[in-house]
């Protein structure tokens, strides 16, 4: 590796490189021969988020466990009642939003390690519809690789069940 950036006049910065580590940062997650799986230092910043009082303190809480979102299933059907609060002049701080809030904060301490795909071996997509949302899970070789999950809109609350096979489409297109 050294040589090829040589060739190409390609240099490493001393203090940013590493070699043969077992464990290694990268945006914001852990990577590891176990899989990939949320830095300690955020998931902590998550866990000592004060109760927002603003909209904008709200939106800064879910950016960060909105980032994590593919180690929380339902990720989208846990946090709803958090983002109807960031409709224009819906912010209204509640028992519901202080229930969801703290739920969210649990959950994201205790997310599952997810293991990175390995795209010569098969998946596995499991979907589910309800009448609130979709969910999706992408497993391969029995481990989790990753969660996807929407919320359904109001417009999209009346679908019935078959019109909502729109978890496999979101599934294959994601």
Not at 111 to 125: G, L, Q
Request: charged content about 20%.
């Amino acid at each position: 590796m050294l040589r090829i950036l040589r060739s190409y006049q390609l240099y490493a910065k001393m203090s940013k490189r590493r070699f043969a580590q077992l464990r290694m940062g990268y945006l914001g997650h852990i990577i590891s021969h176990n899989g990939v799986e949320m830095d300690v230092a955020k998931v902590e910043c998550i866990r000592a988020w004060s109760v927002p009082d603003t909209i904008k303190s709200l939106r800064g809480f879910l950016g960060p466990t909105g980032y994590y979102r593919r180690f929380v299933q339902g990720y989208e059907l846990i946090c709803k009642p958090l983002t109807e609060l960031l409709k224009k002049d819906s912010f209204c701080w509640n028992k519901t939003a202080a229930t969801t809030f703290q739920q969210l904060k649990n959950i994201m301490s205790t997310a599952p390690v997810s293991r990175m795909p390995d795209f010569t071996k098969h998946f596995i997509v499991e979907t589910d519809a309800c009448n609130r949302g979709i969910g999706v899970v992408l497993i391969q070789e029995s481990q989790l690789v990753a969660y996807l999950s929407k919320a359904l809109s109001p417009k999209n609350l009346g679908l019935s069940i078959y019109e909502q096979l729109l978890a496999t489409v979101m599934a294959v297109t994601k």
